[in-house]
């Protein structure tokens, strides 16, 4: 069955994961979001639950404002696809410190397993490269997903990795969804006694 | 041909700028004025003719970053990750992009990330170009709907004091500002080279 031969999309994020450090994550809505929840809760991670589309760019003023830190988004193919233009303008400001991991089920997992249009072939990473990304690649297996953990978290930027994952569902793990503590607890974190300003 | 001196060519942009300033309003170098004393970082927008002077001001600044976006919804993703990042930002649009960015308002609105946008209308006050027209004239009672505080600027000597009370009550109170600069102020777009 080739599902079975396809990388699970929660080992691939909790693979991503077990390396961060330091690293400041934004998850996309849906499925992405689960699976950092599942990879274990961490007030430097910023979950949306909605603005679909805004993943990146999220991300993105976030590495603008903090360029000594690594800043890592996690989204799905369906909100990537909203918001591709996110990648030409993420380009466009050559952020060192950036990178997006999609994890690409080729499916809307939210709305009952409808097809997106990397399922018909459209290539993420190539659109990223077209871009102008440092880096853009595709991976599938779990050997290839290894050799990109530290680029993600390493490498100069902007990154982009397409990871292929089976559609198979997850059991689901919520965290929490209220924004302003999501907001305030990520920025406590960081920013310390700055937070309150 | 002479060659030019960094001092020449210094004194001629001094030159152009002294024209440019006589000539010109300088409502965008008030509005300017106020975002540099508000510790301004991040400028994003997607230009517009009456943001042209605003956007070369802030291009120009060595504190700030100012972020050409594709379409305008972009500008709220990135304020509320420079905010994450402890860094305030504005996002500057023409009002036909307030239409673009109506369901992401509900970023800023669900985790109370302080939101300024600078629009300049279309669509209003002498339009010529009627497909300007119904973007125009439903943009503030979207932004209400929205949740947005509304701030309507007929007259260029209240632009940067409108600009400086959205500031404040964004960047104090984690609400949505928009400031929105009526083409009285900023003049009809007439169509002729």
Known sequence: MEQEDKLRRRHAVARILADRGDTLVVTGLGSPTYDCAAAGDNPLNFYLWGAMGSAVTVGLGLALAQPQRRVLVITGDGEMLMGLGALATTAAKKPENFAVAVIDNEHYAETGMQRTHTHDGIDLAGIARACGFREATTVRRADELNEVVAMLHKAKGPIFVDIKVSAARDPLVLPPWDGTFLKTRFRQALLGVRAAA | ?193
């Open chain 2, 1 to 193: 041909m002479t060659t030019q001196t960094v001092e020449d060519i210094r004194s001629d942009q001094d030159k152009s700028e002294r024209v440019a300033s006589a000539s010109a309003p300088n409502w965008p170098q008030q509005i300017f004025q106020k975002l540099r004393e508000a510790e301004v970082r991040q400028v994003v927008y997607v230009p517009d003719a009456g943001h042209a002077r605003l956007i070369q001001l802030c291009h120009a600044a060595p504190e700030m970053k100012a972020t050409v976006l594709t379409t305008e919804e972009e500008g709220i993703g990135i304020l509320a990750g420079a905010w994450l990042g402890g860094e305030r930002g504005i996002l500057l649009m023409q009002s036909s992009g307030v239409g673009n960015c109506i369901n992401t308002l509900s970023l800023a609105k669900m985790c109370h990330f302080p939101l300024v946008m600078i629009v300049t209308m279309r669509g209003q006050w002498g339009e010529i170009n009627p497909w300007q027209v119904p973007m125009g004239q439903i943009t503030a009672d979207n932004l209400r709907l929205a949740g947005a505080v509304v701030y309507e600027v007929t007259e260029p000597e209240s632009a940067a004091t409108a600009v400086e009370a959205a500031m404040r009550i964004a960047f104090n109170g984690g609400y949505t500002a928009a400031v929105l600069l009526s083409q009285r102020m900023l003049g009809t777009k007439l169509f002729k080279d």
